[in-house]
């Protein structure tokens, strides 16, 4: 199976849609959404939340894999444990971007292309320091 790409949509202003939240602290820290113009689905993952402003690690998903995902979730399975595991795999095909999604006021607005020789390590949220120092590079 080749690599999924990114859709072309996702220069200038974007419109993203929610397609499953897979954590959340008040709002959503990881989940999968899609762009509106194609439906290529995307994995974000939170690294860094500051007022107002808040950075998302993004991943390409496969699209066949992603829609039978969604159908076995939507299925609502009792097994837990391979809920988990199909996310797993599903998310383990992924291909990160080289940028941050960035959320501004709540809504997804523009990618930010990591500056050279400042690639993010792949931890998330849960484990970074969250010294805002990401988002210091954008403002
Ligand atoms: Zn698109």
Redesign the pocket.
Known sequence: MNPPI?????QGSL?LRTLYVLDHQLYMTEGLV???????PYWVELVEAVPRLRLFRIHVLDLTTTRATLHSLDKGSCDLTRAQQEIVHLCSLSTPLPAWLVQADGLFSHLYSWPSGREPSMDNWRTLAGDQSLADLLR
């Open positions: 990114a859709c072309q949509h996702l419109d899609e762009c509106r113009h194609c439906r290529t």
